[in-house]
Nanobody, 126 residues
Framework: QVQLVESGGGLVQAGGSLRLSCAAS????????MGWFRQAPGKEREFVSA????????YYADSVKGRATISRDNAKNTVCLQMNSLKPEDTAVYYC???????????????????WGQGTQVTVSS
């Protein structure tokens, strides 16, 4: 099992930027794909972005493509999500997730991920 702790959320005006970070501990971080999901009030949790265990492949939801960049630092056991040009509809709790199996292909499904953080709130004001 891996423990994940998100940070970097907060209140930002529309058009602004935030950098979310996720610190991982407990197992070989570099062997697992990582992802970000979000859940807005009254809505189901949805995929935002993911990065393969080797860092070569990245995936984005259409809603954030061009505005978000996911990256990982295996030496520091961290994964980050840089969000630019934020919109009020980006308001949500953002969750970091770790792949369920080592060196496995991950996608956009929650089923691909086996460990979750507690979440960090992002609020974008108009």
């Amino acid at each position: 099992q891996v423990q994940l702790v998100e940070s970097g959320g907060g209140l930002v005006q529309a058009g602004g930027s935030l950098r979310l970070s996720c610190a991982a501990s407990g197992r070989a971080f570099s062997s697992y794909g990582m992802g970000w999901f979000r859940q807005a009030p009254g809505k189901e949790r949805e995929f935002v972005s993911a990065i393969s265990w080797g860092g070569k492949h990245t995936y984005y939801a259409d809603s954030v493509k061009g505005r978000a960049t996911i990256s990982r630092d295996n030496a520091k056991n961290t994964v980050c999500l840089q969000m630019n040009s934020l919109k009020p509809e980006d308001t949500a709790v953002y969750y970091c997730a770790a792949g369920r199996y080592p060196q496995a292909t991950i996608g956009r499904s929650e089923a691909d991920f086996g460990s979750w953080g507690q979440g960090t709130q992002v609020t974008v004001s108009s």
